[in-house]
């Protein structure tokens, strides 16, 4: 069974950069029919799409978040991170990667980030 | 961006009674090419993530209880519980896939009446 795994720090000072990386596992990110993406929630709040990369590298991301924003793929073990620079309160969230084709049909179980100094 | 909107924000139904969540779509998710709806649905309990319940518009996921359901094209579409059952008080958000950026529904809260 397709299981995914957030993990970084869970807290980032204003400014500095965020970075999050998923584990895939019970299944290989290389999988020609997937991409593999990241939603955020802040507290109480609804979803947002962050971006999206295939395992090629090939990427998308949310024109909101682009300037500040990288994707990449790390086949070799199975993984995809996230960065995110310049980082503010807004940006505390819980942050969660998942698999989709379409839908996202398969999420990890989250990871609260919080902009503090 | 496309902006999705959800009716009604909050929602109470009696257990074993229908509820009905509704979603609209500032443009159209319906891609022409391969007549499929880019509109998915999800349920969120508290300290869990999103899960799956429909996509393609009407597509059950696997694993969902037939008692779920979406229909709906184009602009505006309705995932209906049939018989409300205690373990579907959730959040429910709908979700566009059609564009980039993807984006959601502000969310529904269902509960028990």
């Known amino acids: 069974q397709l299981q995914l795994q957030e993990s970084g720090p869970g807290l980032v000072k204003p400014s500095e950069t965020l970075s999050l990386t998923c584990t895939v596992s019970?299944?290989?990110?290389?999988?020609?029919?997937?991409?593999w993406g990241w939603i955020r929630q802040p507290p109480g709040k609804g979803l947002e799409w962050i971006g999206s990369?295939?395992?090629?590298?090939?990427?998308y991301y949310n024109p909101s978040l682009k300037s500040r924003l990288t994707i990449s793929v790390d086949t070799s073990n199975n993984q995809f991170s996230l960065k995110l620079t310049s980082v503010t309160a807004a940006d505390t969230a819980v942050y969660y990667c998942?698999?989709?084709?379409?839908?996202?049909?398969?999420w990890g179980q989250g990871t609260l980030v919080t902009v503090s100094s | 961006d496309i902006v999705m909107t959800q009716s009604p924000d909050s929602l109470a139904v009696s257990l074993g009674e229908r509820a009905t969540i509704n979603c609209k779509s500032s443009?159209?998710?319906?891609?022409?090419?391969?007549?499929?709806?880019?509109l998915a649905w999800y349920q969120q309990k508290p300290g869990q993530p999103p899960k799956l319940l429909i996509y393609g518009a009407s597509t059950r996921e696997s694993g969902v209880p037939d008692r779920f359901s979406g229909s709906g094209s184009g602009t505006d579409f309705t995932l209906t519980i049939s018989s409300l059952q205690a373990e579907d008080v959730a959040l429910y958000y709908c979700q566009q896939y059609h564009n980039t950026p993807q984006t959601f529904g502000q969310g529904t809260k269902l509960e028990i009446k």
């Open positions: 998942a698999r989709h084709v379409e839908a996202f049909d398969s």
């Open positions: 990369i295939f395992y090629s590298g090939s990427t």
């Open positions: 019970g299944g290989s990110i290389s999988n020609t029919n997937y991409y």
């Open positions: 443009q159209s998710v319906l891609y022409s090419s391969n007549n499929k709806n880019y």
